[in-house]
């Protein structure tokens, strides 16, 4: 799934590429989904991040927020424009006609210059709102995410934390606790602050909190400069991949010798997903 760093990359480069075009036509390939009309003719002003969330500010109130889920991604290029319901999109760029991951467009907006944002998703997981700017900014899915971890202060996730009785992989997967933080950089992050996964929340010491908070924050901020991770879907605007996958620490690293002490790394299972952990590194 498409975590901080990845849609900070989005953003960052939407905002740099779309900002001032105008929207000439919209397709959703929901049948009689007429919401997405509303979005012609509205120039693109502004382009936000909230956690996971992509929010699009245009022109006259009006604004649409999109979360990539398991396989999202948005990309900029070119396609043939569907004409008939149950005709897809097909990709008139390179990197659109060549890899198979950017086939699933779902959502697609033409810009007054020819050019095209899309929406692909190959297990139709995310989700795309449209409505009044107001509204979306104040979505009941937004209310409930926390701070980010590169913006939140260390008392403020100290007390967070400590409030709770699951396990601190757990803990900081969860949104309304810390916002960003996914299954890469929450394996990384508890490796290299030597916290184990199923250490208790609560019974976490001072300096092992201040190691997870400092960890945390570093991770994001290099994944950020390395334009994210995709070692599974993710893509960026120009359907390139992030960098942060060849350098990650002991994500989806099982069997490979820990960079710190040479033990094997092993896997295990908490709530159904895969965690990479150094036994001798990170003790409980």
């Known amino acids: 799934m498409p975590e901080l760093p990845e849609v900070e990359t989005v953003v960052r480069d939407l905002n740099k590429l779309v ?131 590169i913006f939140m202060d260390f008392s403020d996730f100290k007390e967070r934390v400590l409030k709770r009785k699951r396990n601190i992989y757990q803990i900081l997967l969860d949104q309304s606790v810390v916002a960003g933080l996914g299954n890469i950089y929450v394996n990384d992050t508890l490796y290299k602050a030597k916290v184990h996964p199923k250490k208790v929340a609560n019974q976490l010491s001072v300096s092992e909190l201040k190691r997870l908070y400092e960890c945390g924050r570093e991770i994001l901020n290099k994944a950020i400069k390395l334009r994210g991770t995709s070692v599974d879907d993710f893509r960026d605007l120009e359907g390139e991949k992030g960098n942060y996958g060849a350098v990650r620490l002991i994500y989806g690293r099982k069997g490979e010798q820990c960079k710190k002490c040479g033990t094997i790394i092993e896997k295990m299972k908490i709530g159904g997903r895969s965690v990479c952990y150094c036994k001798k590194c990170q003790k409980i």
């Open 19 to 149: 900002l001032g075009a105008k929207v000439k036509r919209a397709w959703l390939d929901v049948p009689k989904f007429k919401a997405v009309e509303n979005l012609v003719g509205r120039k693109i002003l502004k382009v936000e991040r909230r956690a996971k969330y992509i929010i699009f500010h245009l022109d006259k109130n009006k604004g649409f927020m999109l979360h990539l889920k398991m396989t999202g991604h948005l990309l900029l290029g070119k396609w043939s424009w569907p004409k008939k319901l149950g005709e897809r999109p097909v990709g008139l760029k390179p990197f659109a006609a060549t890899e198979p991951i950017n086939r699933f467009i779902h959502f697609l907006l033409e810009l007054d210059d020819k050019r095209m944002v899309g929406f692909s998703d190959m297990r139709k997981f995310g989700r795309v709102e449209f409505g009044e700017l107001d509204e979306i900014l104040n979505h009941a899915a937004l209310k409930k995410m926390a701070t980010d971890l």
